[in-house]
């Protein structure tokens, strides 16, 4: 069983002194932190955004210590949370609780805000001064549901207070641009493949043009792989993670994973055209812009060249360059935040 978060770390030139600021990306399936490190590189670490709750008695005791995981008492029940929750969800046939639904705090979770501050608290640590920065990511209005921001992003602004940090928001999307585009001056598309969402958004010199989400991503195509093949979600999540690719899927269970990926990408491009096309005050490119994508959901396998297949079926209005991948697609958004936050500080 995993019992701490996941930690990637990239290092690059030394430098002398640690700059302050954290970077949040408060993700539907996964939540993820960054902070520069001593040797001046980049450490993020990262936690699936899910817990159990377990009975409180002996035999749940005795299991969970046999098998090393660790668990906190609420409201007189075990909870496991993050990766681990995952893994014993899938090895008892349970679903996990989410605390965030379609990039949103879950309406229907009473739970949500206690386990998302405990994991919060775990991957970010304290601050390092009263009031450091902490730049965290929202959902951009969305474009095919009601999804008000004003409430979650009023929530997360006191969580990560209360944990001592100044909080400050940034769009998802545009957090993936501070990540990947720097060498293009902060220029071109950048989209972000989440549990809950797809978050586009366009930028001129780090400057936001136009933001937009939908409400399909990774838990949609979960819903609807869960549905067709009439099997629980985790394990249309485990088919999906467990390493295929959506250019040459292999039994039934893949072929319908890769069909909803290929619906999915589809969508947001489509939406992406439209928006240029009918869209108000738009700059002009007078060279080809990069679309850089990101997000756990983009990191199957095959998802880039589908994505690229797809976007040469449709007639961009504008000319594009690279069409690429996150080298670290689960961290980028969180990378992103901490850019944002090193920009704040300057």
């Not at 990262?46 to 609420?74: C, G, Q, W």
């Amino acid at each position: 069983m995993t019992k701490n978060p996941s930690t990637t770390t990239q290092t690059t030139t030394p430098e002398t002194t640690v700059a302050l600021g954290k970077g949040l990306d408060v993700g539907t399936a996964n939540l993820a932190a960054a902070v520069q490190n001593a040797e001046g590189g980049v450490t993020v670490t990262v936690e699936r955004n899910a817990f159990l709750d377990i009975p409180s008695d002996v035999y749940s005791k005795n299991m969970l210590t046999k098998l090393k995981v660790p668990y906190v008492v609420h409201n007189g029940k075990l909870v496991v949370i993050g990766e681990a929750a995952f893994e014993l969800a899938n090895v008892f046939g349970r679903e996990t609780r989410r605390p965030m639904m379609d990039g949103l705090i879950s309406p229907n979770e009473q739970d949500a805000l206690p386990m998302m501050k405990m994991i919060i608290q775990r991957i970010l640590g304290e601050p390092r001064m009263p009031g450091e920065n902490c730049y965290f990511c929202l959902p951009a209005p969305s474009l095919d549901v009601d999804n008000n921001i004003v409430y979650h992003q009023g929530l997360f602004e006191s969580l990560i207070s209360k944990i001592g940090y100044t909080a400050h928001a940034i769009n998802e999307a545009h957090a993936v641009i501070f990540a990947e585009l720097a060498e293009q001056d902060f220029t071109g598309i950048g989209l972000s493949f989440g549990g809950g969402m797809a978050n586009a958004c366009i930028a001129y010199k780090s400057i936001p043009c136009l933001s937009f989400s939908v409400a399909r991503g990774g838990d949609w195509i979960d819903k609807n792989v869960a549905n067709v093949l009439g099997c629980p979600r985790s394990k249309a999540t485990h088919i999906k993670e467990r390493g295929i690719d959506i250019r040459d899927p292999k039994t039934r269970e893949e072929e319908a994973v890769a069909i909803y990926y290929r619906s999915l990408i589809n969508y947001v491009l489509q939406n992406i055209k439209q928006r240029f096309e009918t869209g108000q005050d738009m700059p002009t490119f007078n060279q080809p812009i990069d679309i850089a994508c990101a997000g756990g959901t983009s990191l199957v396998g095959g998802f880039i060249d589908v994505f690229r297949e797809e976007f040469a079926k449709i007639d961009f209005p504008i000319p594009v360059g690279r069409i690429f991948r996150s080298e670290e697609a689960l961290t980028a958004v969180a990378k992103g935040c901490l850019v944002a936050a090193a920009i704040g500080e300057s």
